[in-house]
């Protein structure tokens, strides 16, 4: 149930974004990526995804390789996540959304949903009641029935977070899902993620918040420049010299 | 072999004035990212202009010409400000759509104005063919290429050399910085479009004594200008004339040796093929204009 | 719209020939009727996946000319023929699809326009298959358990019993799981993707029920109007299409229907006062004018008066 990435490699023209990235992803953890601004933190995301080629390199899921499959056949795979900026679908109420996310869990065909058979009924309002209780569980209840672009900037992203559990994720990939908001949203967001990963979904997270990363994360990835620089428990990274620097710069030397 | 050189040097005429449509529809749609499906109505508007400066006002060759391009700028100087301004923040497919109905009402207003029977621009050059070695070509079709080539000339010039282009280039390249540096956006824009529209109408004034000028023959005129901006990348002034020039040969090797009927689906089948398989067009590899 | 609104409407619908007095108003009534499936089909693509396509005239005149020429000279039944039609143009819409896999936007419009483009020269220059520009004269009225439905009573029904299918197909489309894949192709495509949207899939699906669909109106059309030439392929058709769904209101259902009745009775009735080219003018007028003023369009704007969410 390993999420594995192997020398993974990725360039854009002259530049290389990710250079012999390696880690695993522990079944059932938490893990963080950290790095500063153009580290690669959301390259390695697309390349997991499928939205981007690597130029080289493995990822594998459960010994199976990911590797030059189509964002939607990943997904099918159990593997979701979410974007950087807010990504939602505008002008959909919110139950729509989420029922959008939920395609996975249809199984009306072409066929079927041109007969009208009585069980498609049957399925849809299970998938009403599923979006239901997913947005219950994110705290957007009472958001059901308003457009998603109407929002404020917050219950946005916890709209992407339900469109995202809909998919029903093995593996939950979330691109900063605390950006931009407040304490107490992201206090809300950790307490979600928390309890996603208590109903056996791995989360692998990319964020900025360190007190964030810290409190929750398991495991933290340090990039940096494209390369892993540090892989820990979060306290041992916190102190790690490669990562203190990468962050704050080398140590001026004597005048 | 008498006859293969004939058919490139018709092809190299046709193939000039399409150059002409493509380098406007580049920039147009290139670099302004605007879905110009009339810009083959300013190519039949540039023909009726020339048309009516000479069957009517009789005017001089150069003369109709410089009035056709001077009616294609002013009226897609006209389009851009009423128009395109508006709606300038908006997604591709609304301006697409816009563009539409100036396609639609453009056209008809044409066939309003001139009737739909195609009309025959009198033009001043003898009709006997010029014959150099195994090529028979006509004084008129000589005359269109050579200007089609100083218009394909100026066009370069004017983008790579005067302030005017570089501060095409500039806007279209990184927009905000070029209006923190005190280009006036708004007037870049509407000056393009304008530019793109006058080479459109002076390809369709350099045509239409060749063959005749109907309200309709703008439609063929758009999807090759279209054909060209994709075969040679957009926003790509060289590719889009090497694209014009190999369209026109094409075409004319085309009608000469497989079938005549079949021409115009040159253009098409070069979408297609261009999309299906290089999308970025044949000379993308080039540097584009911005 | 209410029930009881709905149950009105149908009755109307059924009880049309009644009440109408003469052969002429029939005719404009059938021809809405035709224009209401291919406004339909193009909404399909348009309203709901956000694709443009400007080429739908060429699965027009494909359901058509397949529809003529199997019953002029393969002697096949109108029905046989209607359903090879659909058939034929669903799969021209499939081989559109694929070859537009990943062009979105302006590039999948210049596909359709040159896909139109070709089989327009072929229908031109094949002379041995479809005569050429002089057309298929001739084409039999169809038939029904013997009764011949050549008056334009029976053919009213048929094309209300067309526009009924249609309908049902579109509305059961939108409002499943298929429907909201095509509506999250046009929302936002890369996070339709990564909930497992296959987006080719529900593209070239949404192509080949729209090109289908433009066939069976074809041909309706080819056996109403006994005649089939190049002249379908004229991008005119093209145009009323794209008005009628652009101006009822795009993503709806309601819309396109709307707007096809519109804009064959607005034709007709402005006939005698001007030109067809005055017709065609003031339609790219009304476009530019619809975009920057009723961008969603009529029902969608009807909806917001009466104070609900359009669908």
Redesign the interface.
């Known amino acids: 149930m390993t999420l594995a990435v192997r020398d993974l490699a990725v360039r854009f023209g002259g530049v290389t974004a990710l250079e012999a990235v390696t880690f695993d992803v522990r079944p059932g953890s938490i893990t963080s990526v950290i790095g500063p601004n153009g580290a690669g933190k959301t390259t390695a995301f697309n390349v997991i995804t499928g939205y981007l080629r690597p130029a080289g390199g493995r990822i594998t899921y459960e010994g199976v390789p990911l590797t030059g499959l189509r964002p939607s056949a990943i997904a099918r795979r159990g593997i979701v996540r979410t974007f950087q900026r807010t990504s939602v679908f505008p002008a959909l109420s919110v139950e729509d959304n989420v029922l959008t996310g939920l395609h996975l869990r249809g199984t009306a065909g072409f066929l079927e949903v041109l007969a009208g058979r009585r069980r498609l009924a049957a399925e849809e309002s299970g998938l009403v009641m599923d979006a239901a209780a997913i947005l219950e569980f994110v705290g957007l209840a009472h958001r059901r029935r308003e457009m998603a672009r109407a929002l404020p900037y917050g219950e946005q992203r916890l709209v992407e977070l339900a469109i995202a559990l809909a998919a029903r994720p093995r593996v939950l990939l979330l691109d900063e899902p605390g950006a931009g908001m407040t304490g107490a949203e992201k206090a809300v967001v950790s307490g979600l993620i928390r309890k996603i990963r208590e109903q056996g979904v791995t989360v692998l997270l990319v964020e900025h918040d360190m007190r964030m990363v810290m409190g929750i994360s398991d495991t933290v990835i340090a990039l940096n420049g494209g390369r892993v620089i540090a892989e820990g428990a979060p306290a041992a990274i916190q102190a790690h010299p490669d990562v203190i620097r990468a962050y704050l710069g080398a140590p001026r030397g004597p005048a | 072999m008498a006859e293969l050189l004939q058919h490139l040097v018709n092809g190299l005429v046709l193939g000039g004035t399409y150059a002409l449509l493509g380098i406007g529809l580049t920039l147009i749609?290139g670099l302004m990212n605007v879905?110009n499906f009339a810009h083959g109505e300013f190519y039949t508007l540039g023909a009726y202009v020339a048309f009516a400066a000479l069957a009517w006002a009789g005017v001089d060759f150069f003369v109709a010409l410089l009035m056709a391009i001077a009616a294609g700028a002013a009226l897609g100087w006209l389009c851009e400000v009423t128009?395109l301004r508006?709606?300038r923040g908006e997604s591709?497919?609304?301006t697409?759509?816009?563009m539409?109905?100036?396609?639609?009402?453009?056209?008809?207003?044409e066939?309003?104005v001139w009737g739909g029977v195609a009309k025959s621009i009198p033009h001043p050059f003898p009709t006997a063919p010029l014959v150099l070695g195994p090529v028979a070509i006509a004084p008129l079709r000589i005359f269109v290429l050579v200007l089609a080539a100083a218009l394909i000339a100026a066009s370069w010039l004017l983008i790579q050399k005067t302030k005017l282009g570089r501060a095409m280039r500039a806007t279209f390249q990184d927009r905000d910085t070029a209006a923190l540096m005190g280009v006036g956006i708004g007037r870049i824009h509407a000056a393009t479009f304008a530019f793109g529209s006058g080479l459109a109408a002076a390809a369709g004034a350099l045509l239409g004594p060749v063959f005749l000028v109907y309200p309709s023959m703008g439609?063929l005129a758009s999807?090759k200008a279209?054909s060209v901006v994709?075969l040679g990348g957009l926003g790509n002034l060289p590719g889009a004339t090497l694209g014009g020039l190999l369209l026109g040969i094409v075409e004319e090797l085309g009608a000469g040796y497989i079938?005549s009927?079949?021409r115009?689906?040159v253009?098409?089948?070069i979408?297609?093929l261009v999309?299906?398989f290089r999308?970025s067009g044949l000379f993308a590899r080039q540097e584009r204009i911005a | 719209m209410t029930r009881a609104g709905g149950w009105l409407l149908a009755a109307a619908a059924l009880t049309l020939p009644l009440w109408l007095s003469s052969a002429y108003h029939l005719h404009v009534a059938i021809m809405a009727g035709i224009f209401g499936v291919l406004a339909l089909s193009l909404n399909l693509l348009l309203g709901f996946t956000g694709q443009l396509s400007l080429g739908h005239a060429a699965f027009f005149g494909i359901g058509a000319y397949t529809s003529a020429l199997l019953t002029l000279k393969g002697a096949w039944s109108f029905w046989a023929a209607l359903a090879a039609a659909v058939a034929l143009a669903g799969a021209a819409g499939w081989l559109v699809g694929r070859l537009s896999l990943k062009l979105r936007g302006a590039y999948f419009v210049l596909v359709t326009i040159s896909f139109a483009g070709v089989i327009s020269l072929v229908s031109v220059n094949w002379i041995e298959l479809t005569n050429g520009p002089l057309g298929l004269p001739g084409v039999p009225a169809p038939e029904l358990f013997g009764w011949s439905l050549r008056s334009k009573t029976a053919y009213y029904y048929l094309v209300l019993a067309a526009i009924a299918l249609s309908y049902l197909v579109c509305a059961r489309l939108v409002k499943s799981r298929i429907g909201r894949a095509f509506v999250a192709l046009r929302e936002n495509e890369p996070l339709a993707e990564s909930v497992g949207v296959d987006v080719t899939h529900y593209l070239v699906l949404a192509a080949v029920v729209s090109a289908g669909m433009a066939g069976l109106g074809g041909s309706l059309y080819a056996h109403y109007t006994r005649f089939v030439s190049p002249e379908v392929f004229l991008f005119t058709y093209t145009v009323t299409m794209v008005v009628m769904v652009v101006a009822g209101g795009k993503g709806t259902l309601a819309g396109p229907l709307v707007g096809a009745v519109l804009f064959t009775v607005l034709p007709e009735a402005l006939r005698a006062a001007a030109s067809w080219q005055w017709q065609m003018l003031a339609y790219g007028v009304l476009l530019v004018l619809l975009v920057f003023f009723l961008p969603r369009g009529i029902v969608p704007a009807v909806q917001a008066l009466r104070g609900r969410d359009a669908s």
Do not use: R
Not at chain 2, 103 to 109: D, F, S, V
């Open positions: 749609f879905v128009l508006p709606l591709i497919d609304t697409m759509l816009v539409i109905g100036v396609w639609i009402a453009m056209q008809n207003g066939l309003l439609d999807l279209f994709i079938s009927g079949y115009d689906a253009g098409f089948v979408i297609i999309l299906l999308p």
